[in-house]
């Protein structure tokens, strides 16, 4: 390994430090709640305190353990199915990893249209109903032509139509900021609203009646039982590098995080930030739709489905907590994956609620947005000042 990659890697470990010392930083905040909430155990303080804090301590620990084997399995069932070679025992054992597989892919496009928009300085918070206009594109797209085309010709098309679809309803709101000025904050919550009742009236009108054959499905990466993780995750692999050269490595990229960085110096330089609003803003719906298309033509959704309420917030604050870059989207989208997956796990198991998941990364977040006080926690020296801006460089 060269010198410059010795660089490139230790910034890396340096960009990362403050995120992953939040992260930790939350589970233990999520540990104290869980404890604190804890009244079986709480209320036997005043007689036997050291008992009543070690049960509820063991709480936690048993929690955080349900939580992580749920999440990817347990990895000595994991051996001994692939050493029977039973496909059944396969399936069962890895089934906890392959859902939060499956959990995990609509949040790394939805994550990436987001950094793709607020790199560009532009707040769009418009991600749900994206979502559910791409589905919708998708599944209509795949109606019309199926029937007439190849199955997996039919399964492309589909998928550039919820593409197009969420990159049209993104475009809408750049559109509107581009031309008369309306902020996109406003803009993307009203069409939020909108999305979710036009899908209803278009299902309702019957066009999907008896449709369900004629739209094609991603396959699956193992003809697994149980075991439903698609090809749409290597898509949002491939899409994530595309998505960090286009931005680091182009001109176009240059341009949108030049006008995101100020809009003022970016239009004295000759760039046409009108043009580079609308442009943010289509590509981030286009990749929302994307991941929404991958979901509705996957093994896990119904028409019009989404993978969880208020999606488009909960990929905010992951691409927040991931400093905005693609590598950090695609692994923060993996541990919010990990910890829904794990979670649903853990309510099962111990009883802990389910809201614990909401409130780690609501922590997670609040810290990361709040670096010094992360640094402060954790007696971190302040940060060198350097001449490279790190949201605007590469």
């Known amino acids: 390994m060269g010198s410059s990659e010795l660089r490139r890697f230790g910034e890396l470990l340096r960009r990362g430090v403050v995120p992953a010392l939040a992260l930790i930083t939350a589970f233990l905040a999520g540990a104290i709640l869980i404890v604190l909430t804890d009244f079986d155990n709480l209320q036997h303080l005043g007689s036997d305190p050291v008992g009543a ?16 084997s749920g999440a990817i399995g347990d990895p000595g069932k994991i051996v001994a199915a692939i050493q029977s070679g039973d496909a059944d025992h396969i399936g069962a054992a890895i089934r906890p990893i392959s859902e939060t597989l499956l959990i995990t892919t609509p949040f790394i496009f939805v994550g990436l249209g987001l950094t793709v928009s607020f790199r560009a300085g532009l707040i769009n918070l418009g991600a749900d109903g994206q979502f559910a206009i791409g589905a919708l594109g998708a599944g209509i797209t795949a109606i019309v032509i199926g029937g007439n085309l190849p199955p997996v010709l039919v399964l492309v098309i589909a998928l550039a139509g919820g593409a197009l679809a969420g990159a049209a309803y993104g475009y809408v709101p750049g559109l509107l900021k581009a031309r008369t000025g309306a902020h996109e904050v406003i803009t993307t919550l009203m069409l939020n609203v909108i999305a979710p009742n036009l899908v209803i009236l278009i299902v309702r009108s019957g066009i999907f009646d008896g449709s369900g054959s004629a739209i094609p499905k991603v396959p699956l990466i193992f003809d697994l039982p149980t075991v439903r993780v698609d090809y749409g995750l290597v898509a949002a692999l491939v899409v994530a590098v595309a998505v960090s050269y286009v931005l680091f490595r182009t001109t176009l990229g240059f341009e949108l995080r030049a006008v995101g960085f100020s809009p003022s110096a970016a239009r004295g330089a000759g760039m046409r930030t009108g043009a580079a609003t609308m442009l943010a803003m289509a590509l981030s719906g286009g990749l929302v739709g994307l991941g929404s ?15 969880t309420a208020n999606m488009g917030y909960v990929a905010l604050a992951l691409a927040l907590i991931a400093g905005l870059r693609p590598s950090g989207v695609v692994l923060m989208a993996l541990f919010f994956g990990a910890l829904n997956t794990g979670a649903k796990n853990m309510v099962i198991a111990t009883g802990i609620p389910l809201a614990l998941l909401v409130v780690i990364i609501g922590f997670a977040m609040l810290f990361v947005a709040a670096p010094s006080l992360t640094r402060k926690i954790w007696r971190l020296p302040p940060p060198t000042m350097t001449a ?3 949201s605007f460089g590469t």
């Not at 804090?53 to 992580?68: D, H, K, N, S, T």
């Not at 298309?293 to 993978?307: C, D, E, N, V």
């Open 388 to 390: 490279k801006d790190p």
């Open 53 to 68: 804090l070690g049960a509820a301590v063991g709480r936690v620990v048993e929690g955080y353990g349900a939580l992580f």
């Open 293 to 307: 298309a991958f979901f509705q033509l996957g093994p896990a959704s119904g028409l019009g489905g989404a993978p």
